[in-house]
């Protein structure tokens, strides 16, 4: 018969750092290239052999393990209250061409190791716990990125991946059976808030404010909001000799004072977390010796509230005009993508920040100014965040690297937030 722990020994609880350390190099494996960083894209053979290492590890911790439709490996430990939903914790473990290997995977290996231990010391929770490794998190060739969380939130159905392929024509349909999935049946996969009481996800900061305040634990309050926008600039096409500079209409200078414009009021805002990029732009007839006749390009701006997103793009209109009324060019503004922030639930914020102090470890809320699959699970359940230092506030590339010291601390405030929350919830 299983021993039942008392409150005060469940407290004393840590994480093994050691295992941990050793899940993490083991994982890494898969998709290591020659660089140092990571190619383990979702559905290519290191990510299938990723997910089998994965699937490997649940069962042999005598997990109830499945794939559901759209690939996501779910991993289940039972609770003494069967009727009360599963408190969910997770992340993925695809990677970005040439990306480190904590990116998401770190929040997978230590959920895995929250599960281990809680095994180990015969630890009953009343609630289901499920651990979560959701499917093409990451941009990829397929262009569906957080592809898995939007399947389990009904964002994403099977008509918007009918005829979906890859740039070397790999229907989406094919790579998601090859990782176990359905895809005539991807919208089984939805769960619902009656199956899921919590969601909790661990993941590197991806930058350097939790670095610089050399503060180890990052309680996210809200994910970011993400509004992008087509900008065309029109001029005139002349003769970049014989025209005189009075009588230029020079797309191309248009829009960089109109891209300078940008940075300059996202610079100018009071929240540092309200940021603007653009990343992309194409000119015509983009000849040397002509003087552009258009510029086109891809403005994103992000937030962490609403009204912060607003105001930028307010302020930045405003700077638009001035541009237009000083030049004859004329501009055109297409918007693509107005997702609205996601905020963290309170209540998790507030249990997070409570066990934080308890086991003595500094702790910072911060906004998180990257999407993540918890913005949307956000949607159907109470959803939370915590964030492990990033050295040098890297990510994405092969000098992605976290401090075992900081993952431990991490790992310990999800654990003992976990265990509070099963003892909290009553659904």
């Known amino acids: ?90 992340s993925h473990i695809d990677t970005v061409p040439n990306g480190g290997k904590y990116d998401g995977a770190l929040g997978v290996l230590i959920a895995l190791e929250v599960m281990t231990l809680l095994n180990e010391h015969n630890v009953q929770t009343r609630h289901p716990l499920e651990l979560v490794s959701f499917s093409a998190e990451e941009p990829n060739p397929f262009g569906l990125s957080t592809f898995g969380s939007r399947v389990v939130t009904g964002k994403l159905k099977k008509e ?15 790579a998601l059976r090859s990782a176990g999935g359905d895809p005539e049946r991807i919208e089984d996969a939805v769960r619902s808030v009656e199956q899921l009481g919590a969601y909790l996800e661990v993941h590197i900061e991806q930058g350097k404010r939790l670095l610089e305040r050399n503060i180890p634990v990052g309680i996210v309050t809200a994910i970011t909001g993400i509004y992008r ?35 300059d009021v996202c610079r100018n805002h009071p929240a540092n977390e309200s940021v603007g990029t653009v990343g992309r732009i194409n000119v015509k007839p983009n000849a040397a010796n002509i003087i552009p006749e258009e510029a086109a ?87 939370g965040m915590l964030f492990v230092p990033s050295g040098g506030g890297k990510s994405h590339c092969p000098e992605e690297f976290s401090r075992m010291d900081d993952i431990e601390k991490v790992s310990n405030v999800l654990l003992h937030t976990i265990l509070e929350l099963d003892r909290r919830l009553d659904r």
């Not at 087509?230 to 970049?240: F, I, T």
């Not at 249990?351 to 990257?370: D, N, R, T």
Request: with cysteine; charged share 25%.
């Open 1 to 90: 018969m299983k021993a039942v722990f008392s409150l005060q020994t469940e407290n004393m609880l840590r994480i093994n750092a050691a295992r941990l350390e050793a899940n993490i190099q083991a994982l890494a494996v898969f998709g290591q290239n020659d660089r140092g960083g990571m190619d383990r894209t979702t559905f290519t053979p290191p990510e299938l052999e990723a997910r089998d290492w994965l699937k490997e590890r649940l069962k042999e911790q005598s997990f109830d393990v499945r794939v559901d439709q759209a690939a996501n490996i779910w991993g289940k430990r039972a609770g003494t209250v069967p009727s009360l939903p599963s408190v969910a914790f997770g």
């Open 160 to 174: 918007h991946i009918d005829g979906v392929a890859n740039p070397q024509s790999r229907l989406l349909t094919e």
């Open 229 to 263: 926008e087509e900008v065309v600039v029109c001029g005139e096409a002349n003769h970049a000799g014989t025209t005189v500079m009075e009588d230029r209409n020079d797309a191309l200078t248009a829009a960089s004072e109109i891209i300078l414009a940008l940075e």
């Open 297 to 383: 390009f891809i403005v994103e701006i992000r937030g962490k509230s609403r009204e912060e997103i607003l105001e930028v793009i307010a302020e930045w209109e405003r700077r638009i005009g001035d541009v237009e009324r000083r030049r004859t060019a004329k501009v055109t503004r297409k918007v693509l993508l107005d997702q609205d922030p996601a905020p963290m639930d309170d209540l998790i914020v507030q249990v997070s920040q409570e066990q934080s102090g308890v086991l003595g470890y500094p702790w910072y809320k911060l906004g998180s100014m990257a999407g993540h699959d918890a913005a949307h699970m956000a949607s159907i359940t109470r959803s």
